[in-house]
């Protein structure tokens, strides 16, 4: 009994340290990707589209170096975040120009829908892992859609497109945030909070469509 309660003890205090890392992570990748916007808001479009290149490819290293160097993990992570904020500023200051209630009325229900997602997803003990599948095969259908939609008028599409975007990325959260409490590794909190953040950009992402108006236009 003794050996019972000093192993649930310590599991409860990996999976909170675990926690407060990864969003820790979460919250230090924002405010990179914030200060990224901000610097490349001048930026020709050829250095934004190297910026996106390079975050991904920041994000496909990061695979590499968890097991070998948790420093470089987390430094690629910060880079990450700032080369997204680049890649993302041109988005940004068009809302910020033309639709600044956008953007806060965006931030608000990401808010809002991360936090009750990610709560339901980590308190829940119901396996995931078919959601993980549907939502990764959904997402594959939703960019194929964007695709056609790119050459053919399809009538709300921009509303069709955020609409089942923010269903797909209900189920990543609900997923990440199961991972983020069965998880005991404390080196994946890099690789967890990558997956956190892009959840939360995504979200943001498709609401600021919805409230931006674009889809009334089509």
Same mark, same amino acid.
């Given at each position: 009994?003794?050996?019972?309660?000093?192993?649930?003890?310590?599991?409860?205090?990996?999976?909170?340290?675990?926690?407060?890392?990864?969003?820790?992570?979460v919250?230090?990748?924002?405010?990179?990707?914030?200060?990224?916007?901000?610097?490349?808001?001048?930026?020709?479009?050829?250095?934004?589209?190297?910026?996106? @290149?390079?975050?991904?490819?920041?994000?496909?290293?990061?695979?590499?170096?968890?097991?070998?160097?948790?420093?470089?993990?987390?430094?690629?992570?910060?880079?990450?975040?700032?080369?997204?904020? @680049?890649?993302?500023?041109?988005?940004?200051?068009?809302?910020?120009?033309?639709?600044?209630?956008?953007?806060?009325?965006?931030?608000?229900?990401?808010?809002?829908? @991360?936090?009750?997602?990610?709560?339901?997803?980590?308190?829940?003990?119901?396996?995931?892992?078919?959601v993980?599948?549907?939502?990764?095969?959904?997402?594959?259908?939703?960019?194929?859609f964007?695709?056609?939609?790119?050459?053919v008028?399809i009538?709300?599409?921009?509303?069709?497109?955020?609409?089942?975007?923010?269903?797909?990325?209900?189920?990543?959260?609900?997923?990440?945030?199961?991972?983020?409490?069965?998880?005991?590794?404390?080196?994946?909190?890099?690789?967890?909070?990558?997956?956190?953040?892009?959840?939360?950009?995504?979200?943001?992402?498709f609401?600021?469509?919805?409230?931006?108006?674009?889809?009334?236009?089509?």
């Amino acid at each position: 009994m003794y050996d019972t309660t000093m192993s649930q003890r310590s599991y409860g205090i990996s999976t909170n340290t675990l926690f407060a890392r990864t969003m820790a992570f979460v919250a230090a990748t924002a405010a990179l990707f914030a200060l990224g916007a901000y610097a490349g808001r001048n930026l020709s479009n050829g250095a934004v589209f190297i910026g996106f @290149i390079a975050a991904f490819v920041c994000l496909i290293a990061m695979r590499f170096t968890a097991a070998r160097s948790p420093q470089a993990t987390v430094a690629l992570l910060g880079a990450f975040g700032l080369l997204m904020g @680049i890649a993302m500023s041109p988005t940004l200051v068009y809302y910020a120009t033309a639709n600044p209630k956008a953007l806060w009325q965006a931030g608000a229900a990401t808010a809002l829908f @991360i936090g009750a997602l990610g709560s339901a997803g980590y308190a829940t003990e119901r396996d995931l892992s078919s959601v993980a599948r549907v939502s990764f095969w959904g997402l594959v259908a939703l960019l194929i859609f964007g695709v056609f939609a790119i050459f053919v008028n399809i009538p709300h599409a921009s509303v069709i497109y955020s609409v089942a975007g923010l269903v797909i990325f209900a189920g990543f959260t609900l997923v990440d945030f199961q991972r983020l409490r069965r998880t005991q590794n404390i080196a994946s909190a890099p690789l967890l909070a990558a997956s956190i953040f892009l959840d939360i950009l995504n979200v943001f992402l498709f609401f600021l469509t919805l409230f931006g108006g674009n889809g009334r236009r089509n």
